[in-house]
C-alpha cells in the first residue's frame, strides 16, 4: 500500500509539472535560442547544428526525458536573413510529445555614425505539434476492459514569434537580448483532451573578454519565462579559458541555479567550430529525496562557409 501511494503521488507530481510548465527546460540553453526565439535564427555566420539530451530527475519513474536538434543557416549570402529547422522529442509518464519547427528571421543592421552597433533579428515559426499518450495498463483480469484509457495521439499547428537583439558580437563586452512568445495559436488536440498553453521568454546574456587576463572571459545567460499563470527562471554563470587562439580551443566551467528547481554545474571543450559540453543538476524540489539529479549532453557544430572567390577577367583588348 505504501508503495502504491508512493508511486501516485510521484506521479501526480509530474503531472503537475507537465501542466504547469509545458515548455522544455535546459541548462544550455544558451545553445537553444532559436527553438524559443525564432528572432535569433541565422545570426551567426555559417550552418550550425545543435543537438542537446536530457535526463530530468534521474532514477524517478516517468521522470521526462528530452533530445533536441536544431539545424540553422546565415543566408545573408542570398537575401538578409536567416532560416532554422527545429525537432523537439519529449517524454513523460505515458504521455510522449514531437515539435517540428520551420523558422525565419529577418536581419536589420543598425548604424550610428556610420559605426555598426548590432543586429535586430525579427523572426517566426510555423511548425507542427503532435501529443500521444500510451498508458500500460494490467488489468486483473482482462485487456478489453473498456473503461480504461487506450492509446491515442493526436497534431496541431504551431505558431512562435521573436524579437532578438544582438548588440556588435566584435566588441570586447557583447550582449544580447530577446522577447518571444510561443504556441501562440494555444492549438487544442481534442482527441487527447490537450491544449499547449502561450508562453511568454525573456532572455538576455553579457559577456567579458580577457577579464582576468588574454584568453580569459566570463559569460552570464538569463532566462525567464511564463504561461501567465506560472513563471521559472534560470541564471548560468560561465568562465572560459582559452587553451589555444590559432584554432580557437576553449574549456569552460559554470554554475546554474533554476528558480525552484534545481542548482547545477556545467564544463563543455570547444575546439574550432565543435562543441561538448555536459551539467548536472541538483534536485531542490518535491523530488530531491528520491531524484539522483539531472544530466545533460550536448552537441554543437558550426561550419563556416568561405567567402566567394573573386572572379577576374582579362579582355586582350585591353592588356
Given amino acids: 500500500m505504501k508503495k502504491s501511494i508512493f508511486t501516485i503521488s510521484t506521479f501526480m507530481l509530474l503531472a503537475a509539472s507537465a501542466v504547469a510548465q509545458q515548455e522544455k527546460l535546459l541548462t544550455h540553453?544558451?545553445?537553444?535560442?532559436?527553438?524559443?526565439?525564432?528572432?535569433?535564427?541565422?545570426?551567426?555566420?555559417?550552418?550550425?547544428?545543435?543537438?542537446?539530451?536530457?535526463?530530468?530527475?534521474?532514477?524517478?519513474?516517468?521522470?521526462?526525458?528530452?533530445?533536441?536538434?536544431?539545424?540553422?543557416?546565415?543566408?545573408d549570402r542570398v537575401f538578409t536573413g536567416g532560416a532554422g529547422l527545429s525537432f523537439y522529442h519529449d517524454a513523460i509518464g505515458e504521455m510522449k510529445q514531437n515539435n517540428l519547427l520551420l523558422n525565419y528571421s529577418l536581419h536589420i543592421p543598425l548604424q550610428v555614425g556610420g559605426e555598426h552597433q548590432g543586429i535586430l533579428?525579427?523572426?517566426?515559426?510555423?511548425?507542427?505539434?503532435?501529443?500521444?499518450?500510451?498508458?500500460?495498463?494490467?488489468?486483473?483480469?482482462?485487456?478489453?476492459?473498456?473503461?480504461?484509457?487506450?492509446?491515442?495521439?493526436?497534431?496541431?499547428?504551431?505558431?512562435?514569434?521573436?524579437?532578438?537583439?544582438?548588440?556588435n558580437k566584435n566588441a570586447m563586452r557583447p550582449y544580447y537580448i530577446g522577447f518571444s512568445a510561443t504556441h501562440i495559436t494555444q492549438a487544442e488536440i481534442k482527441n487527447v483532451n490537450y491544449s499547449n498553453a502561450r508562453h511568454m521568454f525573456l532572455m538576455g546574456g553579457y559577456t567579458m573578454f580577457d577579464i582576468f587576463g588574454e584568453g580569459k572571459s566570463l559569460d552570464f545567460q538569463m532566462l525567464g519565462r511564463t504561461d501567465m499563470v506560472k513563471y521559472s527562471a534560470e541564471i548560468n554563470a560561465r568562465y572560459l579559458h582559452t587553451l589555444n587562439a590559432t584554432n580557437n580551443t576553449q574549456v569552460y566551467g559554470g554554475i546554474t541555479y533554476r528558480v525552484s528547481d534545481g542548482a547545477g554545474l556545467m564544463v563543455g571543450y570547444v575546439q574550432g567550430p565543435l562543441t561538448v559540453g555536459y551539467s548536472y543538476d541538483m534536485t531542490l524540489?518535491?523530488?530531491?529525496?528520491?531524484s539522483k539529479g539531472s544530466h545533460e549532453i550536448v552537441l554543437r557544430y558550426i561550419k563556416q562557409i568561405p567567402p566567394p572567390p573573386v572572379q577576374k577577367a582579362k579582355h586582350p583588348r585591353w592588356l
Fill in 29 to 75: 540553453f544558451i545553445y537553444d535560442k532559436m527553438s524559443i526565439n525564432p528572432g535569433s535564427t541565422g545570426l551567426d555566420a555559417g550552418i550550425g547544428a545543435t543537438m542537446i539530451y536530457r535526463n530530468q530527475w534521474d532514477k524517478v519513474n516517468g521522470a521526462p526525458n528530452s533530445l533536441l536538434f536544431n539545424l540553422e543557416g546565415n543566408l
Fill in 285 to 290: 524540489n518535491k523530488l530531491r529525496d528520491i
Fill in 121 to 167: 533579428g525579427a523572426g517566426i515559426g510555423l511548425g507542427l505539434v503532435n501529443i500521444g499518450f500510451d498508458p500500460q495498463w494490467v488489468p486483473p483480469t482482462t485487456l478489453d476492459d473498456k473503461l480504461l484509457p487506450i492509446a491515442t495521439s493526436g497534431g496541431a499547428m504551431d505558431l512562435n514569434f521573436g524579437l532578438f537583439w544582438r548588440g
